[in-house]
């Protein structure tokens, strides 16, 4: 296969609830990308993890078979030796035997698997929501949620006339919900009246964390109900209405699963999730009280797979959104936002400034501004050790765009932004990989210093450079004509800092 000069090729492979796929891409140098190649073959996991609590031998010895078959499809195109970004569904954390499947995979394939964290479902969420935002101009102006119900979790995002606002997750998924039912044989409107009675509570709590944002429209997404598009909207068109979903319900339900394969062009994996899939957008969209939706006519397995191949793409704009996420915890809880926008400014100095001592990444750079836009957000519950119940606060918050991991790592930078430092001895930092500790205490460290230049609330600091020579690092204070109070604050602050680097922290004013 011949590539210009700067093109590039890569793949990535999914194992998910019901299939496993693969897509090979060729990146051009503006960032977009080109299927190649795209595979799709069953394999039963949502039905062994919701079913049975564990993935069963022989849909392990599937999985293999399937990934040998990627595998040699690759050697086929002479492309073997190309980068492959191989990821599981998140719902394989439900497993008991999740350890044994990933490393049989690993053997036998010498592919490394991880599951999607729900950062990363997040991000790929965005990725979804943004193309519509962009297809469809309405949602420039309206209020509107993006349902996304996967196999294990559905993922709300609101949209406020085109700005990403909020994000929730919810335990209520296509195959949770199937194989939970223990009802094959029932039929018709009696098992839509089931799933209904199961995901009551859950629809519920929807209704009520949203009851207050007027919501205008729904955009549906999902393996399910994309394939199922065409039955729902005219060819190239996005939008329907809910009588069309709800008639499209009732026709599905009536039918059995080898009926649903037949009439619908399904597959048998996806014959007993799509009826699932169909009664939980019905009731989003009924909760809201909307008669007209939105569903993506594009295949979902070929779009999400293509994200994870091209991992780069609109960088700036999910951070923007991430940010804009934190900030409106932030308000949420009372934070001065002028302390904690002057706050993230300085750190963000500092992590430039001493890049040679830390040499740590972009993305630690993004975790550092978020935890310094959130440090003070315990001060809603107390002043008093504001920093540890800040740390519940955030490891319990939906910052959109973050995983689980990288929350925790936010809520300890914030833990340690004042009085003690990290220890062994305290609970979740003594969890993480070391590693991760030292990222921990190399960005506390920062946001330390940080907060003790904004002593004063009144943010005086305008700008800053560091020096490092003969044992010091000395902080050039723009702007500042007699940083008193700021040395006041430093001894306590800068200790963590000085500790890692050897460094002692001096301040020089350069107004």
Not at 97 to 123: H, K, S, Y
Not at 240 to 265: M, W
Not at 436 to 465: M, Y
Request: aromatic share 6%; net charge neutral; hydrophobic share 40%.
């Amino acid at each position: 296969m011949s590539l210009a000069p700067s093109e590039t090729l890569r793949a990535a492979v999914h194992i998910g609830a019901s299939h496993a796929s693969m897509i090979v891409i060729r990146i051009s140098p503006d960032g977009s990308g080109e299927c190649i190649d795209f595979l799709e073959k069953n394999i039963p996991l949502g039905r062994d993890i919701f079913g049975y609590g564990q993935i069963q031998p022989s849909t392990i010895e599937q999985a293999v078979k399937v990934m040998r078959g990627f595998q040699e499809s690759l050697d086929e195109l002479g492309i073997s030796g190309i980068p492959v970004r191989a990821v599981t569904t998140n719902t394989l954390d439900e497993a008991s035997n999740a350890e044994v499947f990933l490393n049989r995979l690993q053997i036998a394939c010498q592919w490394r698997f991880e599951p999607l964290d729900d950062g990363e479902m997040t991000r790929l969420v965005f990725l979804k929501t943004r193309r519509r935002l962009r297809d469809t101009p309405s949602m420039q102006k309206r209020n509107t949620i993006v349902a996304h119900v996967g196999p294990g979790n559905a993922r709300l995002i609101l949209s406020i006339k085109g700005r990403i606002v909020r994000y929730q997750s919810y335990r209520l998924g296509t195959h949770r919900c199937w194989e939970q039912l223990h009802a094959p044989d029932l039929t018709g409107e009696p098992i839509i009246r089931l799933i209904r009675e199961q995901i009551s509570g859950l629809i519920a709590q929807i209704h009520f964390d949203f009851r207050d944002e007027q919501i205008e429209d729904l955009v549906m997404i999902g393996t399910e109900i994309q394939m199922l598009a065409p039955y729902l909207s005219k060819p190239d068109r996005t939008k329907s209405r809910y009588h069309i979903l709800r008639q499209l319900t009732s026709e599905i339900a009536a039918l059995t699963e080898p009926e649903r394969v037949k009439k619908f062009n399904l597959d048998y994996q996806t014959a007993g999730s799509a009826l699932p899939a169909l009664v939980i957008n019905a009731a989003i969209a009924e909760s809201f009280e909307l008669t007209s939706l939105r569903v993506s006519p594009s295949d979902y397995e070929e779009g999400l797979l293509t994200d994870l191949a091209n991992p780069t793409g609109v960088h700036d704009e999910l951070k923007s959104q991430l940010l804009h996420s934190a900030k409106l915890i932030a308000r949420k809880f009372g934070v001065d936002m002028n302390h904690a926008r002057q706050v993230a400014h300085l750190t963000g100095r500092l992590f430039d400034e001493t890049q040679d001592l830390h040499k740590l990444s972009e993305h630690d750079a993004v975790l550092l501004e978020v935890a310094s836009i959130l440090h003070e957000v315990g001060n809603h519950i107390s002043p008093r050790s504001h920093e540890i119940h800040g740390l519940y606060i955030i490891r319990h918050s939906e910052i959109f765009g973050l995983s689980d991991p990288d929350r925790l790592l936010v809520a300890l930078i914030t833990r340690y932004h004042r009085k003690a430092t990290p220890q062994l001895s305290h609970p979740f930092y003594n969890k993480l990989s070391p590693d991760d500790r030292i990222r921990v205490a190399k960005l506390s460290a920062l946001l330390r210093v940080a907060d003790a230049l904004e002593r004063t609330h009144s943010q005086r600091v305008k700008n800053l450079t560091v020096t490092i020579a003969e044992g010091k690092a000395t902080l050039n204070l723009e702007g500042l004509v007699d940083a008193s109070a700021e040395r006041l604050a430093l001894p306590s602050k800068a200790n963590l800092f000085e500790n890692l680097y050897g460094l002692k922290v001096v301040l020089n004013e350069t107004a």
